[in-house]
T-cell receptor, first 115, second 115 residues
Framework: DGGITQSPKYLFRKEGQNVTLSCEQNLNHDAMYWYRQDPGQGLRLIYYSQIVNDFQKGDIAEGYSVSREKKESFPLTVTSAQKNPTAFYLCASSRMTGTDYNEQFFGPGTRLTVL | AQSVAQPEDQVNVAEGNPLTVKCTYS??????LFWYVQYPNRGLQFLLK??????LVKGSYGFEAEFNKSQTSFHLKKPSALVSDSALYFC?????????????FGAGTRLFVKA
């Protein structure tokens, strides 16, 4: 059963804490993405990666960090520098075929709440 | 710069009636257009895409979308709505020049189908 998994489903963070959100895919996709979803604002791109050991900042990368040590995994760390981290976080992946029109496959999301 | 507009926050329709969810876009080059659906507390699911060719694109669950280049629109349609179609719908766009692997999402339109 192929797909994308994210864990945990719910995460609570105290002020000043770093937390890491997990994203794993078994679709053999090269590209992976992290989005943040806030009510009424659609999805905003945090980071994306096209190959292992390489990633690029999206529109709202400040206060976040990522790594891509394996093709299957793209964890996101929300650092204490992120001032308003409460949101729904979505991980996605897509094929890379030399074109820009491959659809993305999304995980079920992680809801992060700052206490 | 790329942009996507979904002018309606919410669309209400009776079961069995046709539905339309509107989307307009702005890109530098030729657009690659997508529709995704999101059910509560879930990730997004791909519905359909327009790359080139026939302006009427058919997708999953009986949905279709019409690409109109002169009006820069890509409205999502279904001839007969079901209660189970109630969800949040996102239009998204990439363009051939600046997209790379970056997709711009609209803010979303919530569809309510009443029995």
């Amino acid at each position: 059963d192929g797909g994308i998994t994210q864990s945990p489903k719910y995460l609570f963070r105290k002020e000043g804490q770093n937390v890491t959100l997990s994203c794993e895919q078994n679709l053999n996709h090269d590209a992976m993405y992290w989005y943040r979803q806030d009510p009424g604002q659609g999805l905003r791109l945090i980071y994306y990666s096209q190959i292992v050991n390489d990633f690029q900042k999206g529109d709202i990368a400040e206060g976040y960090s990522v790594s891509r040590e394996k093709k299957e995994s793209f964890p996101l760390t929300v650092t204490s520098a992120q001032k308003n981290p409460t949101a729904f976080y979505l991980c996605a992946s897509s094929r890379m075929t030399g074109t820009d029109y491959n659809e993305q496959f999304f995980g079920p999301g992680t809801r992060l709440t700052v206490l | 710069a790329q942009s996507v507009a979904q002018p309606e926050d919410q669309v209400n329709v009776a079961e069995g009636n046709p539905l339309t969810v509107k989307c307009t876009y702005s890109v530098s080059g030729n657009p690659y257009l997508f529709w995704y659906v999101q059910y509560p507390n879930r990730g997004l699911q791909f519905l359909l895409k327009y790359i080139t060719g026939d302006n009427l694109v058919k997708g999953s669950y009986g949905f279709e979308a019409e690409f109109n280049k002169s009006q820069t629109s890509f409205h999502l349609k279904k001839p007969s709505a079901l209660v189970s179609d109630s969800a949040l719908y996102f239009c998204a766009v990439r363009d051939e020049y600046t997209g790379g692997f970056k997709t711009i999402f609209g803010a979303g339109t919530r569809l309510f189908v009443k029995a």
